[in-house]
């Protein structure tokens, strides 16, 4: 099983700012690298998969990057609305696996 | 328009089966690469990936959890169902059904609004 490492757990973030996620595979997943937004109370909501292609009506400030093992989410400028938790979850091998998660909040 | 729904009950007791039920619209699962999950989180954590069915019956599971799970479809009602067997109370968590984004991996890109189950004698 690929274990899926986020960091940091937490990230506290001033609106207008950047914010940088990252993600780390236990072995490579090639570019096999989704990742998702979740609000409390809320499913899921897909962002990024290829680890760089942004899901339909997703932002641009949104953006996904690397391959193998070391993923990486930006936020360019951070909304209100982007306060929330955020998993990297890999597809290059069964079982799927996410990460245990990124909380951005504010600063 | 793609919307799922899960349904099931609320309240199960350790060592009951549980069974639930994604009912679905704007898609087919009679359709090509098309496949749907079973993903959950327990309160406060993070998710966990459990089921997966494609079109074809092509079955994926957890392989901590595929001794307990079954998925299945039946595609002319639009319904996945997941059974998990002798349910424990660290089985308590929401349960999400999810559709596979087609062209893009094992990735969902439609979720249901997930079903809390609590499990508790």
């Known amino acids: 099983e690929i274990v899926m490492t986020q960091s940091p757990a937490t990230l506290s973030v001033s609106p207008g700012e950047r914010a940088t996620l990252s993600c780390r595979a236990s072995q490579s997943v090639s570019s096999n690298l989704a990742w998702y937004q979740q609000k409390p109370g809320q499913a899921p909501r897909l962002l990024i998969y290829?680890?760089?292609t942004r899901a339909t009506g997703i932002p641009a400030r949104f953006s996904g990057s690397g391959s193998g093992t070391e993923f990486t989410l930006t936020i360019s400028s951070l909304q209100s609305e982007d306060f929330a938790v955020y998993y990297c979850q890999q597809s290059n091998n069964w079982p799927l696996t996410f990460g245990q998660g990124t909380k951005v909040e504010i600063k | 328009q793609i919307t799922l729904k899960e349904s099931g009950p609320t309240l199960v007791k350790p060592t009951q089966t549980l069974t639930l039920t994604c009912t679905f619209s704007g898609f087919s699962l009679s359709t090509s690469r098309v496949g749907v999950g079973w993903i959950r989180q327990p309160p406060g954590k993070a998710l966990e990936w459990l089921a997966f069915?494609?079109?074809?019956?092509?079955?994926r599971y957890s392989p901590s959890l595929k001794s307990r799970l079954t998925i299945t479809k039946d595609t002319s009602k639009n319904q996945v169902v997941l059974t998990m067997a002798n349910m424990d109370p660290v089985d308590t968590a929401t349960y999400y059904c999810?559709?596979?984004?087609?062209?893009?991996?094992?990735?969902?890109?439609?979720w249901g609004q997930g079903t809390l189950v609590t499990v508790s004698s």
């Open positions: 290829g680890a760089s």
């Open positions: 069915i494609y079109w074809n019956e092509d079955r």
């Open positions: 999810a559709h596979r984004l087609l062209g893009g991996g094992q990735n969902f890109d439609y």
